[in-house]
């Protein structure tokens, strides 16, 4: 891929050089040549990539609604929140929190002690990080511990990601942002 966005800046370059001389060149009928000739060399080459481009965008959709029916398949949207909450754990090979109300906001722990918020919703919005990185700074009291934690959902906002770069930029916490589709659910039934 880095290969062919090369390809294109190079072609790119190659078009405002034409240009450039188009631009010097009072004879038009020369002129129509050079951009018809230039255009006829190119065009295999970009009916190559718009296909490669297509194919890999059907690619990504096929697998992200592979994923949407594991979802509806396995039920998630309907399960209890406390199933849910098991459900996601155990696909993370996490533990629960031993609070499982009034947990403070951390759901359950990875195998190596992340703190893990379960979120059975979408769209989950920087409100929702706000309110974990509070819970972050709670359980980790040593300033020089690396802060850390996952928050898992359906999906997160545009304002969710903007929050999670802005707390490692400014606030040194490093939180993940993960979808339930990313995950290798196996619902027990």
């Known amino acids: 891929m880095i290969a062919q966005k090369q390809k ?45 481009l297509e194919d890999a965008v059907n690619k990504l959709k096929s697998k992200k609604f592979e994923k949407m029916a594991d979802r509806i398949e396995n039920n998630l949207d309907g399960m ?5 909450e098991d459900t996601i754990l155990d696909a993370l090979e996490g533990e629960r929190n031993a609070a499982r ?39 980790f009291t040593n300033d020089e511990e690396n802060k850390r934690g996952m928050i898992v959902a359906f999906s997160f906002t545009k ?18 942002l993960i979808t339930a589709d990313e995950l290798d659910i196996k619902v027990k039934k």
């Not at 969710?160 to 939180?175: C, F, G, S, T, V």
Request: a negative charge; hydrophobic letters at 35%; aromatic letters at 8%.
């Open 80 to 84: 209890s929140w406390q199933e849910f």
């Open 8 to 52: 294109i800046k190079n072609d790119l370059n190659n078009i405002n050089e034409s240009i450039a001389i188009y631009r010097h060149n009072p004879d038009p009928a020369l002129e129509a040549t050079i951009s018809f000739n230039f255009c006829m060399e190119r065009l295999p080459k970009l009916e190559s990539l718009i296909l490669a």
């Open 101 to 139: 109300v009034g947990d403070k906001g951390i759901d359950g722990f990875t195998k190596d002690g992340t703190p893990i918020q379960i979120k059975q919703s979408q769209n989950i919005g920087r409100n929702v990080v706000d309110n974990f990185e509070t819970a972050i700074r709670r359980y």
């Open 159 to 176: 304002g969710a990601y903007d929050e999670i770069i802005r707390a490692k930029d400014e606030d040194n916490l490093d939180i993940q």
